[in-house]
């Protein structure tokens, strides 16, 4: 409770005293924006975690090793994400549903054990130090980006190729009936998610002083995958709502901390069981209403009427 | 008029089966091409070879576009081995045989997605939403909705709800709408008709020749003959993956080889090498003439209706089976008849009216119930498990039962019964032929100690020797005593051994007599082409 009256009567004091807390929503909710727009072209990949891995690690070893300013070197980060994302998707997006799920999980993995851990520039086990680490100053392009982001990618579901996703994502077969050439529209949707998840890999270094291999495992992998299936993927707004209300609860929710991972789960089994489409459905955000309750507001109504 | 689209020798088969066998067809432009043929000719195959889908394996297809206004002739393109996407971008529309709407878009959106291959790209315009840049939209949401009012919906009070929710017939329109939107210059429609009824059919007739004088080509697909017949002015049939006929409407209806292809032949043709088969029908033709309503009715159905949500497929239809007998229920692909043996056996639910078989009510029992009553179905399609062997189908088929001694002497008795089971019990299913799972399906069925069998297309598939042969095993099992409920579309063969008779269309009994009378009733001809 403490903090949201913090939230409201004091939110500089707020700001100053959860800043590392804001710059991981900005951060994740980047993420979602990612995994969001695989989503949205029916496309349940689970690779983020290894792209933010890409963005990261290129981020920090260019810090280390060239004279380049941070900028570039984010900008690198993400744009490999999005080359090694060609590469990955020419073999798995043939997949679809659980098969792409597991295929991309398998990327994620690969990476981590079989690249990060043997290569000696990443540091390998030990991960990496970084030199341009700057939790304060980090969190203004997080928050900077994040609205950019979410603003282009809302326009984009409307465009032309927004319009061919939602149609590769309702039916495939329909949409090469309509000339949409689904296998390049899926491959744009996968280099975009990478782009964008190697960006938010490449901004999370500049708040850590430290680049971890077990960060970019599965466990974050189910962590975005949350998000989404949490916030809903009617819109880029869902997976948004998920990251913030999903990356802040644990403050919210002190005395569980212990219980953290219980309290997420329950919230998981809730929002699937009562609220499939997530908290903001088609027509924004929605109140939780479970289906009982519709039927007994039904029978209640013409009782009252008398 | 020159042609549009060209085939040639166009061939696709999947395993064994030649699912399109050289097929060679003109379609001009300008045109109404009707394709038909019994179910499983490869009608909906040489669509999807067509239009990309699946990947033809010889011949030629030639899509010659027409002369622009202002523009030289574009030479011919052949179609064979490009991506459906690519197929439709060059202006061939389709619609699906089972609707394939985007169900949880809009109406509108339905249609807008489908001017995708005339729309430039607009990411970078759409990040910078300002009013002036945004007059394409506005004109593109304009055509959408003039596209649902040119088949027949109204924009304002369908074009915002999402497509799913829309009605059967309203969801038809709405993938002519969007297939309309490529601005096609073929315009392929697969079974528009399918599940509608007689009135929505009219509609759907109106909207195909209004589009036709509009200048569009179509091609269409249909099981409907009143409608083929009524609206094309050219037609094709096909049958085994060939083409039989092809020719004007009267032409082909008037063909022998076309009649033949949709109502089966007689016996007497084709069966002269199955050994026994002449004394059979020496059997069939001294059978006492029969009433045309049985004396005590085992099986009972008074003013049943079915229906698949907003689809009425059973309309009202009253008939009876009684003891000892063969009936059959004939009519064209999509008449209801499979419906009507599924709501018989509880897999389905009916809307509307009464089934009784003896005592039990089979609008309320539990499937296992009617089994366990003597009921047993043989379903359309065999539903037999490909991987297990010939003898662990028969055992599943005991699986229910307590005394399982008895179930096993008895599945040894069935397999010395059928030699061509017992000599393949410890083969996989799935390597017998058609018509050796047909037997296997109809023993099967056997086990449950029906006291009716119902059959649901037991020839739907077979080689002509394989028909007589399952025909064969019918009367058989007949002889023993099991009363049969069938349902075929091989009209002819069925009323040459059913006692009585039922031809259903549309939902309902159109029909009814004993085989012997309606094989000689000019109307199921009829009520099977469209006359």
């Known amino acids: ?306 | 008029m020159s042609a549009l689209l060209q085939l040639t020798d166009v061939r696709r088969h999947f395993g064994g089966v030649h699912a399109v066998d050289g097929v060679s067809l003109e379609i001009e432009e300008g045109t109404i091409f009707g394709l038909i043929g019994p179910n499983g000719a490869g009608k909906t195959t040489l669509v999807n070879v067509v239009t990309g889908y699946i990947r033809s394996q010889g011949g030629s297809i030639l899509l010659t576009p027409p002369p622009r206004a202002g523009e030289g002739r574009v030479g011919a393109v052949e179609l064979a081995r490009r991506p459906p996407h690519a197929i439709a971008g060059l202006g061939i529309g389709r619609t699906f045989q089972t609707l394939r709407l985007y169900r949880n878009l809009t109406a509108i959106e339905n249609v807008l997605i489908g001017m995708h291959t005339r729309r430039r790209d607009d990411t970078l315009r759409q990040m910078l939403p300002l009013r002036p840049l945004m007059r394409l939209d506005d004109r593109r949401l304009t055509e959408a909705r003039e596209l649902l009012q040119s088949v027949g919906l109204n924009p304002d009070r369908h074009g915002d709800r999402p497509a799913a929710t829309l009605s059967y017939g309203d969801q038809r329109r709405v993938e002519v709408a969007r297939a309309l939107a490529l601005k096609p210059k073929l315009l392929i429609l697969d079974e528009p008709a399918a599940g509608m009824n007689p009135a929505e059919k009219d509609r759907v007739r109106d909207l195909i020749q209004q589009l036709n004088e509009g200048g569009l080509t179509v091609l269409l697909i249909d099981h409907d003959m009143r409608l083929v017949m009524g609206v094309c002015k050219r037609i094709a049939v096909l049958n085994f993956g060939r083409k039989i006929a092809d020719g004007s409407p009267a032409s082909v209806s008037d063909d022998p080889a076309v009649v033949t292809a949709y109502l089966g032949s007689d016996a007497s043709k084709t069966s002269s090498h199955v050994p026994g088969s002449e004394e059979m029908d020496l059997a069939a033709t001294s059978k006492p003439a029969v009433s045309a309503e049985p004396a005590s009715a085992l099986l009972d159905v008074r003013d049943l209706e079915v229906a698949y949500g907003a689809i009425k497929a059973v309309r009202g239809v009253s008939f009876g089976v009684g003891k000892g007998e063969i009936v059959a229920l004939i009519g064209a692909n999509g008449a209801g008849k499979s419906t009507i043996l599924n709501t018989l056996s509880g897999v389905l639910r009916p809307h509307a009216g009464s089934a009784r078989f003896g005592d039990l009510d089979l609008a309320t029992a539990a499937p296992d119930q009617i089994v366990r009553a003597g009921l047993a179905q043989v379903p359309e399609g065999r539903e037999i498990l490909a991987r297990l062997t010939v003898r662990e189908n028969m055992e599943l088929g005991a699986w229910a039962r307590r005394d399982r001694g008895a179930a096993h002497r008895e599945i040894d008795d069935l397999m010395k019964q059928f030699p061509i089971l017992g000599q393949r019990h410890n083969l996989p299913a799935g390597q017998l032929s058609g018509g050796e799972q047909q037997i296997l399906a109809i023993a099967r069925g056997l086990l449950a100690h029906p006291r009716l069998l119902l059959l649901d297309e037991p020839s739907l598939g077979l080689a002509p020797q394989m028909v007589d042969t399952v025909f064969d095993v019918i009367q058989r099992i007949h002889n023993e005593g099991v009363t049969i409920l069938l349902v075929e579309q091989n009209a002819l063969r069925a009323l040459e051994i059913a006692d009585r008779a039922y031809v259903v269309e549309t939902g309902r009994i159109l029909l009814s007599g004993t085989g012997a009378a309606l094989r000689r009733n000019p109307e199921v001809q009829k009520a099977y082409l469209g006359g």
């Not at chain 1, 998610?193 to 189910?222: C, K, M, Q, W």
């Open chain 1, 1 to 306: 409770m403490d903090f949201f009256i913090q939230l409201l009567t004091n939110p500089v004091g707020f700001y100053n005293q959860h800043e590392l807390l804001i710059a991981q929503i900005g951060i994740n909710a980047i993420l979602a924006i990612a995994i969001f727009v695989t989503f949205y072209s029916g496309q349940l990949t689970l690779a983020n975690a290894g792209f933010m891995a890409i963005g990261a690690y290129t981020t920090v070893i260019m810090s280390l090793y060239l004279p380049t300013p941070l900028p570039l070197n984010m900008l690198v980060g993400a744009l490999l994400a999005g080359l090694v994302s060609v590469l990955v998707g020419l073999p798995v997006l043939r997949l679809r549903g659980v098969f792409l799920a597991i295929a991309t999980i398998g990327f994620v993995e690969a990476l981590r054990l079989g690249v990060i851990l043997n290569v000696p520039i990443t540091g390998e086990g030990q991960g990496l130090h970084n030199p341009m680490a700057d939790p304060l100053g980090g969190i203004v392009p997080i928050l900077i980006s994040l609205p950019i982001l979410a603003y282009l990618v809302w326009r984009l579901t409307k465009s032309r190729l927004g319009q061919a996703w939602s149609a590769i994502r309702e039916d495939e077969l329909a949409a090469s009936s309509n000339g949409i050439n689904v296998p390049l529209y899926k491959m744009i949707a996968f280099i975009i998610s990478a782009v964008l998840a190697g960006y938010a890999g490449a901004l999370e270094t500049h708040i850590n002083f430290f680049v971890d291999p077990t960060e970019y495992g599965i466990g974050r992998t189910i962590q975005i995958l949350t998000f989404a299936v949490v916030g809903g993927t009617t819109n880029v707004f869902g997976p948004i709502v998920g990251a913030v209300f999903l990356t802040a609860l644990p403050e919210i929710v002190r005395q569980f901390a212990a219980y953290r991972d219980v309290v997420n789960g329950v919230i998981l089994i809730l929002v699937i069981i009562f609220r499939p489409q997530g908290i903001v459905g088609r027509g924004g955000l929605a109140i939780i209403r479970p289906r009982w309750w519709t039927r007994w507001r039904a029978r209640e109504r013409p009782a009252a009427a008398h």
